[in-house]
T-cell receptor
């Protein structure tokens, strides 16, 4: 079945540091890939997505590229801010061809950014 | 409000009692999902409704769990004879029909079984 493995945390960085959170997946077909973020006290929200190989999703300075050859979707940001402190989830959608959007979540990575 | 809403936000119950959790999806979203977020299991899929099709119940952990969706809109997740291991945050999400579309999550219901 589908599965997602993401970098274990917690990750602690200083402001303006470079961030990478690794994510690899196992799936059949061509799934959509997402990064969701959960800020303290708030609900899950979509950060970025990619729906096919070599797509790059980007939002709020974060980027992730859908790499089918390495089955990866690593999240990167060049300069983190204190406000980026949150839990980040790498998420797998079911392969295309149906309208079935069940998501499979990674275990989440806690990011803390210090001033 | 335009977002997914859930009620109650918190529920404390005694072991063995039944609970009902409610989800109001975004108007016009035909797909509705329930997930559970717990410390031991992370975030896991429970059940999925799409339009008038039969729901996918493959993620429900036991027959004590059931869900319905009335009129293609509001959904209720029912847990019968609650156990302590049911303690978790129950999240509801909705989306448009397409597989690639974003799922919008509600704030969740935190269930504590004493």
């Amino acid at each position: 079945g589908n599965s997602v493995t993401q970098m274990e945390g917690p990750v602690t960085l200083s402001e303006e540091a470079f961030l990478t959170i690794n994510c690899t997946y196992t799936a059949t077909g061509y799934p959509s890939l997402f990064w969701y973020v959960q800020y303290p006290g708030e609900g899950l929200q979509l950060l970025l997505k990619a729906t096919k190989a070599d797509d790059k999703g980007s939002n709020k300075g974060f980027e992730a590229t859908y790499r089918k050859e390495t089955t990866s979707f690593h999240l990167e940001k060049g300069s983190v801010q204190v406000s980026d402190s949150a839990v980040y989830f790498c998420v797998l959608g079911r392969a295309g061809g149906t309208s079935y959007g069940k998501l499979t979540f990674g275990q989440g990575t806690i990011l803390t950014v210090h001033p | 409000g335009a977002g997914v809403s859930q009620s109650p936000s918190n529920k404390v119950t005694e072991k063995g009692k039944d609970v009902e959790l409610r989800c109001d999806p975004i108007s016009g979203h035909t797909a509705l999902y329930w997930y559970r977020q717990s410390l031991g299991q992370g975030l896991e899929f429970l059940i999925y409704f799409q339009g008038n099709s039969a729901p996918d119940k493959s993620g429900l952990p036991s027959d004590r769990f059931s869900a319905e969706r009335t009129g293609g809109s509001v959904s209720t997740l029912t847990i019968q004879r609650t156990q302590q291991e049911d303690s978790a945050v129950y999240l509801c999400a909705s989306s448009l029909e397409s597989e690639g579309n974003e799922q919008f999550f509600g704030p969740g219901t935190r269930l504590t079984v004493l």
